[in-house]
Structure formats: structure tokens, C-alpha cells
């Protein structure tokens, strides 16, 4: 099993940062993708940036793409989420997953959920 914590969501305007941390414990060993999923109000969760663990391959959905970096600390078991310029259309509860298989942006492949954190975003 394996267990993960976000942290580091909050209140922002609009044109601001913020980082989000994933920290993972358990059987950390088996991850082989970890990934940042958001679900808005009324709107699907859908997948917006993920990351092999090894050796580190990454992917961002569109809507995120040079805004957004994900990274992580192997020697922590943490993942990150650096949000820069974000704008209203980024407020959504942020969710952290993890899987063994190969990195996808579909939720129902992803065995590990962390509970979420609110990014609520300003005009």
C-alpha cells in the first residue's frame, strides 16, 4: 500500500504562485508514476501534469503547459506541483496519484489518491 498527503493549496490572486507537495509513504518502492489530477466544480478530474519516477520523464496537459512544473525528491518521496501565473480557470481541488504501471492521464488507471488540496484563484 501506499499513502499520499498534498499539502500547500490556498488563496491567491490571479498572476500568482503557489506549490503544492505530495508526500508519499508505505511501498513507495512499486510507485513508477506519479501524477497531478484537478477537478473543478461540476467538471470531470481530469489529468493535467505527470512524471516517472524513474528516470523522470514528464508530461503537461495543455491548459498547464509553461505555467506549471512538477518534480520531485526521490530521497523525500515527495512530488511537487510549481503553479506560476495561474488564472481563475486553475481553481479546482488538486489531487496527487500514483501507480505502478505506465504514466496516463486517466484517473481509473491510478490505484493511489491522496485526499486533495483546494486552489482557489481570484480575478
Known amino acids: 500500500q501506499v499513502q499520499l498527503v498534498e499539502s500547500g493549496g490556498g488563496s491567491v490572486q490571479a498572476g500568482g504562485s503557489l506549490r503544492l507537495s505530495c508526500a508519499a509513504s508505505?511501498?513507495?518502492?512499486?510507485?513508477?508514476?506519479m501524477g497531478w489530477f484537478r477537478q473543478a466544480p461540476g467538471k470531470e478530474r481530469e489529468g493535467i501534469t505527470t512524471?516517472?519516477?524513474?528516470?523522470?520523464?514528464?508530461y503537461y496537459a495543455d491548459s498547464v503547459k509553461g505555467r506549471f512544473t512538477i518534480s520531485q525528491d526521490n530521497a523525500k518521496n515527495t512530488l511537487y506541483l510549481q503553479m506560476n501565473s495561474l488564472k481563475p480557470e486553475d481553481t479546482a481541488m488538486y489531487y496527487c496519484a500514483a501507480r505502478g504501471g505506465y504514466c496516463s492521464t486517466d484517473r481509473s488507471d491510478y490505484n493511489y489518491w491522496g485526499q486533495g488540496t483546494q486552489v482557489t484563484v481570484s480575478s
Open positions: 512524471i516517472y519516477t524513474r528516470p523522470g520523464h514528464v
Open positions: 508505505g511501498y513507495t518502492d512499486s510507485i513508477n508514476c
